[in-house]
């Protein structure tokens, strides 16, 4: 006997604003609000290939999976307004919601659904940045309405997957899907200028809750350009602030602080030495004060963090691993020597210059690691440079970065520390860890479960496999003609939830 498993509908997108021009002020009916963003989409614009937090919090207005969160991290109905589950669990019966249509007005057929799991799930030739995809076995188109996910073994964390945005339901004959996006999402994609902006306007016929907001562009500010243009009214809103950034602006702009909900870190390349020997990753944790970093570049804002999970993860979060490696210069200098380092080394910090508050972040730790003789440089790169360099190509040495993760599940964060993993770009290795996390893939008793994650958490703070600093506090801007912001535990920036003051 099947269970079924209703999704109830909750209203998620809350009425926007109603703004026009890049001040955005009311014309009439038309509405604009201009976003500021410190990076373009680089990395691809088809929701299957993008690898960049910034990119699908962007993306996720665009597209919609066959579920999608809500603000509290839950599951709520997308494409799919149902689905259930066979006893044993391998086999996810999704039906469709009636009448749903893509930006290009033709409705979401089954096949299409088939096509766009098939293909983020790597099974028609392009690589999946979704692991737990490779657990599904066939998908089935089995009526107009019906699609059905058989897995080759059970996975209670699946829906979950099915919500990100690298999961998204697109057009099977849109074959251009990198370049003229097609989702079902509250606005559809319009135009993008390479370091200028990304258009996008109101999807009409969308079936949920239509956003107020007609026009909204997503423009590409670089450095103190941001801060110049909130200032001068030709942008409305802007995320990820830096403390400093913040206390540049006026009273005409309410300030939201939240959590980034990402993994702050000195990323360590493993392979690289001496970043291979345990023994020197461990002194560089003990020669970082992680508390001064967050008062210097953070003004004191942040959440200390020991491992690669963040406190909205809740169960599988250990908030004492944060202690781990308390400041110990003498005992940073021992350890180096004992790694045949007794003069230090010198090392290079990759960081993406368009991310300000990571700058900062490696500016502290330099001075930090230098007490230690640790002698090392800060080389500030374009994003798509880090993209290529570090992210894919790994050619690197070391990296201030945050990692977020795609979905609500604590393999999102963990999953890409396992030796054979696509985007385990740390090159990090461990025979237990990968152990663990076989077990963890095959293990459906959720205490068990939580048990191998937490055992994972302390593999990576025990191998000081990366310098593990913070969840970053999340600074927001916002026009105070406008209100409706909300944050997600996830790296979401939904502009449907915004409308105007009235």
Known sequence: MRKMIVLVLSVLLTLTIALSGCSGRKTGDSSKIVVGIPQDLEDSLDPHKAAAAGTREVLFNVF??????????????????????????LTYSFILRDGIKFHDGNPVTAQDVKYSIEKSAGMTGDASLIAAFSNIDKVNA???????????????????????????????????SDTTPIGTGPYKYVSRSPQENVIMERFDDYWGEKADIKDVEFKIEVGDAMIMDLKGGSVDMSARLSVTQVKQLGDEFEILEGSMNLVQALYLNNKVKPFDDVKVRQAMCYATDTQEILDLAFDGHGAPIGSSVFPAFGKYFIPELADKYPRDVNKAKDLLKEAGYPDGFDMTITVPSNYIPHVDTAQVLVEQLKEAGIRATINQVEWNTWLSDVYAGRSYESTVIGVDASSMTAEALLGRFYSKADNNFANYSNAEYDRLYEESRVTFDDVKRTELFKDMEKILADDAANVYIQDMAEFVALNKKFEGYEFYPLYVLDIAKLKVKE
């Open 142 to 176: 089995v009526s107009d309405s019906q699609v059905d996910i058989v897995l080759k073994e059970r996975d209670v964390d699946f829906p979950a997957y099915l919500a990100s945005v690298n999961a998204s339901i697109i057009p099977m004959s849109n074959a251009a």
């Open 64 to 89: 919609e999976g066959l579920l999608k969160p809500d603000v509290n991290g839950d599951l709520i109905p997308a494409v799919a307004k149902e689905y259930t589950v066979s006893d044993d669990g």
